[in-house]
């Protein structure tokens, strides 16, 4: 079935499947990063070489983590822009602090996402220093607690990845700890009446990995290979986990990053989502050009950053995005 009143008003087709096609996988039994089980490494293996994305569950993330977090967020962005505005950074590319409505557009889209957001860096750039709402106290330690659990998710599933492409266990790991991965909470306000509203267009992930909390509402869709718009299933207590353009360069394609979106339609009331994007270490090299030019997960970061308007970086210096 399509739903015609979308693609009327968006140009986007939305195929709504009676099965969807995102994988669900079960992390019951995996306890030891060191070891994961050969049935999870073929699962997560297959999911993201192919459609990019999956449903986490039996992941060992307490409920009541991910609970503080939205209860946090929901609290903060009560707040309208203008309350917020004295927590903006726009100086530091947006990496920290607030972010006001329509800041950021996707790479290539002519028109701002409907979405405001919170940056929060997890293991700090020096030149950096997270910012927090006076208004909410909790906002502070909910997200860290949950960007420490989530991390325990994310060696597990990068250690499966290892398996997967015949390569030391915790090889990816090694250059993610003490990169600068961050969370982003996230609030779409709802919709006009008698409108749609694009709250992040088409896409893919600058990142590593991506873990997302069921968002409070459905809206997320991913692109796949065959080009038709899948949507992902809000299922409660699960884990959303997308891999991304870093991941998919440094294992020269054969981990895939899909195009996504977040569509709300007319109708729909606010959405919240927290996602927490995994980072390699600025260091790490992507991709070495036949010249011995070295491609680094700083370069691609600065190139996408200042592309999607939220920083305004000094590009002469730095290498061309390779295509391959
Ligand atoms: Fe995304």
Not at 78 to 102: E, K, N, S
Not at 167 to 186: A, C, E, H, M
Not at 246 to 274: A, D, N, W, Y
Not at 276 to 289: A, C, D, G, P, R
């Amino acid at each position: 079935m399509t739903d015609r009143g979308l693609r009327s008003r968006l140009g986007v087709e939305v195929t709504h499947m009676k099965t969807p096609e995102i994988p669900a996988i079960s992390l019951a039994g995996y306890d030891d990063p060191q070891h994961p089980p050969q049935h999870v490494v073929d699962a997560i293996g297959d999911a993201l070489s192919t459609v990019g994305f999956m449903t986490v569950v039996n992941h060992d993330v307490p409920d009541a983590l991910i609970d503080a977090a939205y209860a946090a967020s929901r609290s903060v962005f009560a707040h309208d822009d203008a309350a917020l505005a004295q927590y903006a950074r726009p100086d530091l590319g947006g990496q920290v602090g607030f972010i006001t409505t329509g800041a950021e557009n996707s790479k290539g889209a002519d028109i701002p996402n409907l979405m405001r957001f919170w940056h929060i860096q997890h293991r700090l750039n020096p030149d950096w220093t997270n910012v927090w709402p006076e208004e909410t106290p909790a906002f502070k330690q909910a997200m860290l607690a949950l960007m420490d659990a989530f991390d325990e998710i994310a060696q597990k599933i990068l250690a499966a990845i290892d398996v997967y492409l015949d390569q030391k266990v915790g090889t990816l790991w090694q250059l993610i700890r003490g990169g600068p991965s961050l969370l982003r909470p996230i609030h779409n306000p709802a919709p006009l009446p008698g409108y749609d509203s694009i709250g992040t267009s088409a896409h893919t992930d600058i990142n590593v990995i991506t873990i997302l909390p069921a968002a409070t509402a459905k809206g997320l869709m991913v692109q796949t290979k065959s080009g038709v718009w899948v949507p992902i299933p809000v299922v409660p207590g699960s884990l959303v986990v997308n891999t991304a353009d870093m991941l998919e360069m440094i294992t020269g394609k054969r981990i895939t990053s899909r195009p996504h979106q977040v569509i709300l339609p007319e109708g729909s009331g606010e959405r919240f989502s927290i996602p927490y994007f995994v980072h390699f270490i600025k260091e790490t090299v992507l991709y070495t050009y036949p010249d011995g030019t070295k491609f680094t997960a700083w370069h691609y970061l600065v190139r996408r950053l200042t592309e999607i308007g939220l920083w305004d970086y000094d590009l002469s210096e730095v290498p061309p995005e390779p295509t391959f």
